[in-house]
């Protein structure tokens, strides 16, 4: 029964290590993906600064050819032959005029928004680059502690593997029967006298056989493997 206390000690630990290995590798793909957001949350307020700077641009060289077409249309008013032309080109003038006002408008907003936004943006950088010196910490201490784990995960598989080699092949298999029937749980405890899995009171001439330690129990409720828990060969694990 020692045996099998051990063996099931070991399947908890490492049942609880496996878990421990998986969380982590799913923690280490997250922290990836928190910093793939975060530069692409970046990427996006700079192409943000970089289109409004190029509409600029754009708002900028129309304004240049606004002015132009003013100055040509002003010229050409000592040319006109008559009042119908007279009128057509200062109509022409006027709009010219406007648009170019309304160009002058935006170019001014956009200013205002640009320097707002280059503000945001460096601040945004200085951000991005702490959250990558942050995340890779935390990274390297994922890594440590998945890779630990797996170490610990080897030596107990080996503890295991020897531990089965000596163990009685009758007591595996019942151990595998109940461990599978059971959720992970095949030999329980007895302390005075009670089933610590189902809180059965053992009948006294069954506790009786099981204080003397010498063959295989199981309690006859919930058909778990069962040990005298203050015997002495149980004291140490
Ligand atoms: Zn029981």
Sequence with gaps: MVYLVKLQKLDVTIERQKTAERDGSKKLVALDEELVQAGAKVQESLNLEKEKKKRRRELESYIEETDGNIKKCQNRQFQVKNNEEYK???????????????????????MES???????????????E????????????????VNDSKQELGKNEIERESLIKVLPKDMLSAYQRVFTRGNGRA?????????????LQIPPQHFNELKRNDKLMSCPNCNRLIFWQDHEDYQDI
């Design 88 to 110: 057509a080109l200062l109509k022409e003038i006027d709009y010219q005029k406007k648009a170019k006002a309304e160009a002058e408008e935006e170019v001014l907003q956009l």
């Design 114 to 128: 640009l320097e707002t936004l280059a503000e945001e943006n460096s601040k945004l950088k200085a951000w991005y």
């Design 130 to 145: 702490e959250e990558k010196v942050t995340l890779n910490i935390r990274k390297k201490e994922v890594e440590k502690w």
């Design 187 to 199: 030999v329980v405890p007895i302390i005075d006298g009670i089933c610590q899995e189902c809180h």
